[in-house]
């Protein structure tokens, strides 16, 4: 480690035990000297053995057992929000020192000699867009975390002081932080209630504003300077945000049509607010008197007629700022944007000069101010405040975040059958037709005139909401404008049938019309298993072959947005199988798109963890293959890594700029193949070695008979329900008690919860293995060094390894699991042993994590504090399983620890 690195560690570790101090001084104060030696015995016998900390833990009474878990889990919370604060730290310093990833970009792409007018096309293209999901991964509730991010301020502020003035009022901060603390301990981290989606939608705008206010504008105005720098034209819109948040319908019933337009009033309310507070600064800051810089006479008639139409706008306003017609007209706008929060609140009609009927006729006012003070001796002010506001409201619109509908496509077909049931003319029940049939049939009826249904015709409750839901997303593009919602997911599509069905219930809510050319939403079939990324190139190329499809696809600017699964994938298949299916798909996709002359829209649905799709962004992007990303990409943000990337505005900063920066590089540097493609091939070869192998491995686990009893023996995953943690049931309802209708995101919890981490590893080894026994081992070695996917996949593997911990897993199933379901445990360790050791091998170490030596220190410190919070989940699972599971006493007690392992791990699923 250098010395400056050594330093920035011995800082962090300061600070962490700075906070491990003041919350001992809490514990006193809030229950008394007992609970913190009770704390300090556990962590001594913890480190002199588990058997002592284990017969320990298990004698404590049920209240004991709660504080002790408590004390442990806001031990992590600190040490988490100080870590984010010393990243925040050095992200500021080396942008300082070397400009940051957008300079990164801007170097490699001058470095390939690239011209302003190639830099200009490839720009053109970037259409960003991460998308906030309601997926809960986040254990934490929202009041915990913004006592924390008050935690991250205190420190920041004094730490700002101290390289300032060379010192620091330490005792004023750690007064303030002593109070946080003591807040932090008076506030029930166990949410009481199931939170509605409204709820969640409240929970995203929070970041989503945030992003408003700093680090969108910093991105986006560093974007602009480094095209500029470059000779280059900037984009229009290249960042944007989307949510699923009151669109995704899959397994969820609460998300009704009722609840999607709910949530489309929230997103306006505090968009509109956000774009008020832009405008405030406009107005603070544009104080340009007509006197000394005449404005543009197209400004002053504006202005004229603003004043006109606004009575509303108050007599003070017309009186001061007589003589700035920036300030009055900005002031007028200012007054458009309260009376459109009023009409959409009200569900009034638009009054043309009075409100907004979208983001664009703000941002047209906007570019008025911008080009009369370009043209007015005011070019660094039009470039300066009003150029920001004009991109972060573009990027932005007036709903923070374009909304994604999804739903499951077996949904679309019940609607379509009992459509068909009720006018006849079938010789067979649609639900009987085959999938060539279906397709047949769906595609002669898009191309026809007949609507399948009427505004009375009368479905049962189910379909009638799923209908309902199509004619929902008119009403809002009427309602907000067309890019309030501008794709329609289907799930779990197989065939394109399951498109068909939705683009045919599109129609018949007037969404959609081939012979008009209209298409107001895109459809997005979304390949969730090994077999559809296997088919993907088979499933597009007969999409865009049906003409009546094509044309609409047409009508959307020539677009195919498909999105990629990760998380089911990796459930079904394995962590290797999943993602080198993803992979070849994408390579299968690009070929299929340029073959129809359709622009290819990548969504990548990653999560937060390694097994549901997670890891570092950077790597992630120029890992991909070539030519499969031309600017678009949608990827999806859910649960703790939302908190985790944008809680701090100079995470937030740099996780947005990571990500344009390296899709920027991706566009304009990676346009065709870095390799010879003999060389590209032995790869792929040898890749699909090691996925069958592993597929086979990871099969052999998950098709053990005992497996299902053995994961919800040994994992606390039926408690995920009680937490409360999201809108949406965690099974596929009607799925029974095994594990094939368990959501992806529970799988991964339980796992992680129970230290085995089994969706992030399982299989490589054996896949690894035998690729060296068949001779392999030179050109693993050389995959290694040369190939960003295949790197990026090994390293996320290694830092899941090193998270897993075999030695606290075997407590669960020693006191949870029945003498025999230990086989399966068995084959746990022993795949895991050899993936260590593969991984090993592969990486040239001696032991995981050996080129990062702060993170291997970190986890290490972190499992000694874990360990308690196992070991007494164990005791108390026990207890609870043992009959207790009507106690509430018992069930917040093993709430408690599921809620210190995920601070302590960092993600819960």
């Known amino acids: 480690m250098s010395v400056e690195a050594a330093a920035i560690d011995a800082a962090l570790r300061a600070d962490v035990r700075r906070l491990g101090a003041l919350l001992g001084q809490s514990l006193v104060r809030q229950e008394g000297q007992g609970l913190l030696d009770l704390v300090e015995e556990t962590r001594k016998l913890v480190r002199a053995g588990d058997e002592l900390a284990v017969t320990r833990l298990s004698a404590l009474d049920l209240p004991t057992s709660i504080s002790l878990a408590r004390a442990f889990a806001t031990y992590f919370h600190l040490a988490n929000i100080a870590e984010q604060v010393h990243r925040a730290r050095e992200l500021r310093r080396r942008r300082a020192e070397d400009g940051g990833h957008l300079a990164d970009a801007a170097r490699l792409i001058r470095e390939r000699g690239l011209s302003p007018e190639e830099i200009t096309r490839g720009a053109a293209q970037l259409a960003i867009r991460p998308v906030f999901t309601a997926h809960p991964t986040e254990a934490a509730r929202r009041s915990i975390l913004s006592k924390l991010r008050a935690v991250a301020d205190l420190l920041d502020a004094e730490a700002a002081d101290a390289a300032v003035t060379g010192v620091a009022d330490t005792a004023a901060t750690d007064r303030r932080l002593a109070e946080l603390i003591d807040l932090l301990w008076q506030t029930d981290e166990v949410r009481v209630n199931r939170p509605e989606p409204a709820d969640e939608a409240r929970n995203a705008i929070y970041y989503l504003a945030d992003l408003f206010n700093e680090a969108a504008p910093q991105v986006l105005d560093d974007l602009n300077r480094t095209l500029a720098e470059l000779g280059a034209t900037p984009p229009a819109r290249p960042l944007s945000f989307g949510t699923w948040i009151g669109g995704d319908r899959d397994g969820n019933p609460f998300v009704t049509p009722e609840v999607t337009r709910e949530v489309l009033l929230i997103q306006h309310e505090h968009g509109i607010r956000a774009a008020e507070r832009a405008l405030d600064s406009v107005i603070a800051d544009v104080s340009v008197s007509q006197r000394l810089a005449e404005p543009s006479e197209a400004l002053l008639a504006s202005v004229a007629a603003d004043l006109r139409a606004l009575p509303e706008l108050g007599d003070r306003f017309r009186r001061v700022n007589a003589e700035e017609p920036y300030r009055l007209k900005a002031r007028a706008m200012r007054t458009r944007l309260e009376l459109t929060r009023a009409r959409l609140a009200a569900d009034g009609p638009h009054r043309p000069g009075r409100d907004y009927a979208s983001a664009a006729e703000l941002i047209a006012d906007l570019e008025l101010i911008r080009d009369s003070l370009a043209t007015h001796h005011g070019g660094l002010i039009a470039d300066g405040r009003v150029a920001t506001a004009i991109r972060t409201i573009t990027a932005f619109g007036l709903q923070l975040a374009t909304m994604d509908v999804r739903e499951h496509a077996a949904a679309h077909h019940a609607v379509i059958a009992e459509m068909y049931e009720r006018i006849g003319g079938l010789s067979a029940p649609y639900e009987d037709a085959a999938r060539p049939a279906r397709t047949a049939l769906l595609a002669k009826e898009l191309s026809g005139r007949r609507p399948l249904s009427t505004p009375d015709t009368a479905l049962n409750e189910r379909n009638t909401k799923t209908l309902g839901v199509f004619r929902a997303i008119r009403a809002a593009q009427k309602r907000y404008g067309a890019d309030v919602i501008e794709s329609y997911i289907i799930s779990m599509t197989e065939g394109i049938d399951d498109v068909l069905a939705a683009v045919v219930l599109a129609r018949e809510a007037g969404l959609v019309d081939v012979h008009s050319g209209r298409a107001s939403v895109g459809f997005v079939p979304l390949l969730e298993s090994v077999a559809e990324l296997a088919s993907a190139d088979t499933l597009l190329d007969a999409l865009l072959s049906v003409p009546s499809y094509r044309a609409l696809v047409t009508a959307r600017g020539d677009v195919q947005e498909v999105m990629l699964g990760y998380s089911d994938s990796n459930k079904d298949a394995g962590i290797t199988t999943s993602q080198w299916s993803i992979h070849r798909a994408q390579r299968q996709l690009r070929d299929v798109a340029t073959k129809h002359g359709v622009n290819l829209r990548l969504f990548h649905g990653r999560g937060g ?212 379901l230990r086989p399966v445990f068995d084959a746990v360790k022993a795949e895991h042993e050899l993936t260590v050791a593969e991984i090993l091998r592969v990486t040239g170490s001696e032991q995981l994590l050996e080129g990062n030596p702060a993170l291997r220190r970190t986890f290490a410190v972190r499992d000694r504090y874990l360990a308690p919070l196992h070991h007494l989940q164990v005791s108390l699972l026990a207890r609870y399983r043992d009959g207790g599971e009507a106690d509430p006493l018992l069930q917040r007690a093993l709430l408690t620890t599921v809620n210190g392992i995920a601070a302590g791990m960092r993600n819960t699923g």
Do not use: C
């Not at 040898?686 to 998950?702: G, I, K, P």
């Not at 009607?734 to 339980?750: H, N, S």
């Not at 998270?803 to 075997?810: C, H, P, R």
């Open 609 to 820: 963890t390694v097994g549901r799709g997670g890891g570092p962004t950077l790597e992630a992007i120029l890992a991909q293959p070539w030519g499969t990303l031309h600017g678009a990409i949608k990827v999806t943000e859910q649960g703790e890594v939302i908190s985790d990337k944008y809680t701090l505005p100079a995470l937030a900063r740099e996780n947005l700029e990571l990500t344009v920066s390296a899709v920027l590089r991706a566009t304009l540097l990676h346009t065709e193949p870095r390799f010879q493609s003999d060389t590209l091939d032995t790869w792929y070869a040898a890749m699909d070695q090691v996925s069958a192998r592993a597929h086979t491995a990871y099969r052999s686990l998950v098709d053990m008979p005992r497996l299902p009893e053995y994961f919800w023996a040994v994992t606390p995953t039926e408690l995920l329900g009680a937490l409360n943690i999201g809108s949406r049931p965690a099974k596929r309802p009607d799925t029974g008690a095994g594990l094939g209708g368990l959501r992806a995101i529970p799988w991964v919890f339980g796992w992680t919860q129970s230290r085995q981490i089994v969706p992030g590893w399982f299989g490589v080894g054996t896949g690894l293995k035998a690729a060296r026994e068949a001779g392999l081992g030179d050109l693993l070695d050389e995959m290694y060094g040369r190939w960003n996917f295949f790197k990026t996949f090994v390293s996320n593997v290694e830092m899941t390894l090193a998270k897993t911990d075999l030695s606290i897993s075997a407590r669960y199933v020693d006191v949870l699991a029945d003498e025999e």
